[in-house]
């Protein structure tokens, strides 16, 4: 069975500091990877996806990530961050194959400081 | 752009009232998830359809029930609230075959005094 490990439950940075959200995955087979963001009081929207291909994925606002097959990781980086990244970051996990299962992080609070 | 709404942002009930969540969706998708979200447990899987009157059982399904009679719209039930079922409740759709990508209702917070 699939699992997911956010490595960090918060994590506090200044304005326009860079920030790395770490996330670790198990899984017996291949997968497709997601990072969520919630704004407070908001649902989930997408970041960005790694499907297959190049292990480096662009999403939107600037983010991006990186997939290590052999660490098992997709770590979320962003070189400069803004007052308005503050939210909570969800990675999350899918089996290829399965035909819905999705399974999520506990998630990271990313709190943005002037 | 796919959207999922939800009929309440914010919904207070008493213990022991049945309590309905619904909520649509207008992408034609197949797949539709009920799941709810505490600090520091991240998301559970509720409930899930993938088809009309078809429904599958997620993580967590103790005390809830689900509907679903029309493509659009998946409703889930609390049959006699309770205080733990206190939290924040999403739901989601996605298209079948569509690696997964799910995508996401506003929430509805839920107090159950």
């Known amino acids: 069975a699939q699992s997911v490990t956010q490595l960090d439950s918060q994590v506090p940075v200044f304005e326009e500091a860079p920030v790395e959200l770490r996330c670790n995955y198990s899984?017996?087979?291949?997968?497709?990877l997601f990072w969520y963001v919630q704004y407070p009081n908001q649902g989930l929207q997408l970041l960005l996806k790694?499907?297959?291909?190049?292990?480096l994925v662009k999403g939107i606002n600037g983010f991006e990530a990186e997939f290590n097959k052999s660490q098992t990781s997709f770590h979320l980086r962003k070189p400069s961050v803004h007052i308005s990244d503050t939210a909570e970051y969800f990675c999350?996990?899918?089996?290829?194959?399965?035909?819905?299962?999705?399974?999520f992080g506990k998630g990271t609070l990313l709190t943005v400081n002037p | 752009d796919v959207k999922v709404t939800q009929s309440s942002r914010y919904l207070v009930k008493r213990t022991g009232e049945k309590v309905f969540l619904e909520c649509v969706q207008d992408m034609d998708h197949e797949n539709m998830f009920w799941y709810r979200q505490d600090p520091g447990l991240g998301l559970r899987l509720i409930y899930f359809s993938y088809d009309v009157k078809m429904k599958e059982k997620g993580d967590i399904p103790e005390g809830y029930s689900v509907s679903r009679e029309k493509k659009e719209r998946f409703s889930l039930i609390l049959e006699s609230a309770s205080t733990n079922q206190t939290s924040m409740y999403l739901c989601?759709?996605?298209?079948?075959?569509?690696?997964?990508?799910?995508?996401f209702g506003p929430g509805t917070r839920l107090t159950v005094l």
């Open positions: 899984s017996s087979v291949s997968v497709y």
């Open positions: 999350a996990v899918s089996e290829r194959g399965s035909n819905y299962k999705l399974t």
């Open positions: 989601a759709s996605m298209l079948a075959g569509s690696y997964n990508e799910q995508f």
């Open positions: 790694y499907l297959s291909g190049s292990t």
